[in-house]
Each structure stands twice: as structure tokens, then as C-alpha cells.
């Protein structure tokens, strides 16, 4: 093995760290309903040359990137000693000691300043709104210290999402955009609420704030189920009120299915199955709702005034 060859493999395995960090993979939860966003802003890209799709797409999957990145890496600094005292948690990078505090804060400093670069070059609007935005991210790291309405400041978090992918193309705000936000806003909520169950020991002794902490498991779920419930009423009226047409009932209606599988029908414990259910979950309805525009445009619908 020469040199550059060594070198090279050891490049490759400290940037799988730092996806392992961020846990890359994750993305898939609010891309599609951003990228939804984007082709509906776009009217169906049907007015725009080959080199301006390729631009918008590159320059709003980087931002989805970097903000996430950011965000994430953020949480794994602020939480370094929870992590640390969380058995589930311990073997997270920085308490693990797998990456030095000193590359992670530099990492997060590298996104941040990508995010930025690629928002100016959008449009006026998305280059004036990066900042907030991105210091809006890294403020969810601290609400469960003072909330237990954390879960869904990170739902609100995920949300912007597909209001940002929209002021990317259009340069201005809309309710259309705003609608799909509080959507993401309160599936991811409930979500994070199921996922939080299986910290409910340790955030009460650690003294941090979850609803699982608050009320306790059974309660928690409960309260998971009406965050989906109040999902699938707004979901309701935002189809109703843009007329979408079939394919958002095919989506509306393996939603519903799927908050029935994720509250009624599972029964397993299993944190490996935990954790499989709620990535299947939070990836199949994202999916489901970017198809669910992508053909309400194909075939006529439009939310341009």
C-alpha cells in the first residue's frame, strides 16, 4: 500500500466519522418534503433551463446539508456530558473520545459557513434569513434543559425545511410552504416523542425536560398519538383547501396507516426495532408526501397565485 493510498483510506474513514456524527442517514427524514417544496415553488420546473435546475437542486440539497450538519454536530458538543452519562448515548463520538471536541468545532464552524455561502447565492431573501435560521437550529440543543416541548421545537426545526427550499426558489414567504412547515413540524414531534420513551429513566435523574420525563411512558404515547391525530387534520385541510387532488389522498391515506401501525398494531420493545420502525416510518411518509406534489403538479395543480 503506498502513501497517498494509506492517506486516503484514513480521509475515508474520519469522513464516515463525522456522517456517523451527524447520523447522515437522517436526512432522508425532511429532504423529500423540501425538495416537494422546491418543485412546487418551481411550478414544475417547467420554465427553466437544464443549468437553472441543476443550480437550485445543488444549491438547496447543499443548504440541507450543511444546516443539518450543523445542527447536529451542535447537539453533540452541548450534550457532550449527557451523552456521556446515558448508557444508550456513551459511545457517542466526543464521550467515546472518537473525534476531539477541537475537529467537531471546527466542523460545525465549516457548515456553518457553507450554509451561508449557498443561501446568499439563492437569493436575497434566503442569503438574509441564514443566520437566524441556522442560530434557530442550534438553539434546539438547549430547550430540552427548560421544555418539554423540545420535541416539537425539533419538529418546528425539521419544518422549515420545505419553507426554506420554497423562499430558495420563489424569494418571498407563502402559506402553502408555511402549511407543509407545522405538517413536518407535528409528525416529527409525536416521533421524537415515541423515541424519547426509551430515555424516560435517565432524563429524570439527569433533570432534563421530555414529555416522557414530564408524564411518564404510557401518558407520553398518548400525547405522541394526538400530535399525529392534529398531523392528519391539518394534513385534511391542506388538501382540502389546495384542492390536491388523488394523489395527496393515496398519501393522506398511508399516513393515517401508518400512525395506526406506529400507536395500535406495534407491540415490540426492542430498541433495534425501535429505532428501525421510526427511521421506516419518518422516511416512508416523507417520501409519500414529496410524490403526493410532485404529481399534484404534473397534473395541473398549483399554489402560484
Known amino acids: 500500500m503506498t502513501l497517498c493510498q494509506f492517506g486516503a483510506i484514513l480521509m475515508l474513514k474520519k469522513i464516515l466519522e463525522f ?9 432522508l427524514f425532511a429532504m423529500p418534503f423540501a425538495l416537494g417544496a422546491m418543485w412546487v415553488a418551481a411550478d414544475g420546473f417547467a420554465n427553466y433551463s437544464v443549468s437553472e435546475i441543476i443550480r437550485l437542486v445543488v444549491l438547496i440539497v447543499g443548504c440541507m446539508v450543511f444546516a443539518r450538519n450543523g445542527a447536529m454536530t451542535f ?23 472518537k473525534l476531539n471536541r477541537q475537529s467537531v468545532i471546527l466542523f460545525l464552524v465549516l457548515n456553518g459557513i457553507c450554509f451561508t455561502i449557498f443561501a446568499f447565492l439563492l437569493n436575497p431573501l434566503a442569503g438574509a434569513c441564514a443566520v437566524p435560521v441556522f442560530l434557530a437550529l442550534l ?31 420563489r424569494g418571498e414567504f407563502a402559506i402553502f410552504p408555511i402549511f407543509l412547515m407545522f405538517i413536518l413540524m407535528l409528525w416529527m414531534g409525536g416521533f421524537d416523542i415515541i423515541y424519547a420513551t426509551q430515555d424516560e429513566a435517565i432524563d429524570k435523574e439527569l433533570g432534563l425536560h421530555s414529555v416522557p420525563a414530564r408524564f411518564g411512558r404510557k ?25 390536491m387532488g388523488i394523489a ?24 433495534d426495532s425501535l429505532n428501525r420502525d421510526f427511521f421506516l416510518a419518518n422516511v ?4 409519500l408526501v414529496m410524490l403526493g406534489l410532485i404529481f399534484w403538479v404534473i ?3 398549483s399554489a402560484l397565485g
Open 248 to 271: 395527496w389522498w393515496v398519501v393522506f391515506s398511508l399516513m393515517s396507516l401508518a400512525i395506526l401501525y406506529i400507536h395500535l398494531f406495534r407491540k415490540s420493545d426492542d430498541l
Open 75 to 97: 447537539n453533540r458538543l452541548a450534550d457532550e456530558k449527557y451523552d456521556k452519562a446515558n448508557p444508550r448515548t456513551a459511545n457517542r463520538h466526543l464521550p467515546a473520545k
Open 299 to 301: 397534473f395541473g395543480g
Open 139 to 169: 438553539f434546539y440543543s438547549y430547550w430540552k434543559r427548560f421544555s418539554f416541548l423540545c420535541h416539537w421545537y425539533l419538529g418546528f426545526a425539521i419544518g422549515m425545511s420545505p419553507l426554506g427550499a420554497w423562499i430558495a426558489v
Open 19 to 27: 456522517g456517523h456524527l451527524v447520523r447522515f442517514s437522517h436526512s
Open 219 to 243: 401518558k407520553a404515547l398518548q400525547i405522541a398519538l394526538g400530535s399525529h391525530i392534529a398531523m392528519l387534520a391539518l394534513a385534511l385541510f391542506f388538501g382540502l383547501y389546495w384542492q
Open 284 to 287: 416512508g411518509v416523507s417520501v
